[in-house]
């Protein structure tokens, strides 16, 4: 998505609490939005960011602001549950005012295209089933 993103994260009893393996992934991914930025002279962009940080994460020597430090986990205790969600994930950027793509398995960064033909895309996708 443009703007946010949707997936589905497996955990065990020896994972990292849900918010630090939040926090890990948004600090990096961060790094690496910042080093694309920069790579891409996008100043003005980086500009944005830099003025989003809070003057108390600013004191701390935080740079930019990348991502909102909240996020929206839902638990899925239930295989009905868990496909709902896969659905929502695999047909949100088709839907609403998004309309990404025509064909919701053909959007690269989605795991829709390997629920469909079985094929890997551009990131390496664990099907739900071989998990439980």
């Not at 849900?18 to 961060?30: E, Y």
């Not at 690496?32 to 020597?61: C, H, M, W, Y």
């Not at 430090?69 to 896969?86: E, H, I, N």
């Not at 047909?91 to 829709?112: F, I, M, Q, T």
């Amino acid at each position: 998505m443009p703007n946010h993103l949707h997936f589905l994260i497996y955990i065990t009893d020896k994972s990292p609490i849900i918010n630090k393996l939040i926090a890990n992934g948004k600090r990096f991914m961060a790094y690496e939005i910042v080093a694309r930025l920069k790579a891409q002279n996008e100043f003005s962009i980086l500009k944005r960011l830099e003025d989003g940080v809070p003057i108390t994460e600013r004191a701390k020597g935080k740079k930019h602001q990348i991502f909102q430090s909240s996020f929206d986990a839902k638990p899925c205790v239930s295989r009905d549950f868990l496909l709902q969600k896969l659905h929502y994930l695999h047909h949100n950027p088709v839907s609403g005012k998004w309309n990404l793509v025509e064909d919701y398995a053909k959007y690269a960064h989605s795991s829709a295209g390997f629920y469909e033909t079985g094929e890997q895309g551009m990131f390496k996708v664990t099907h739900y089933m071989d998990l439980i």
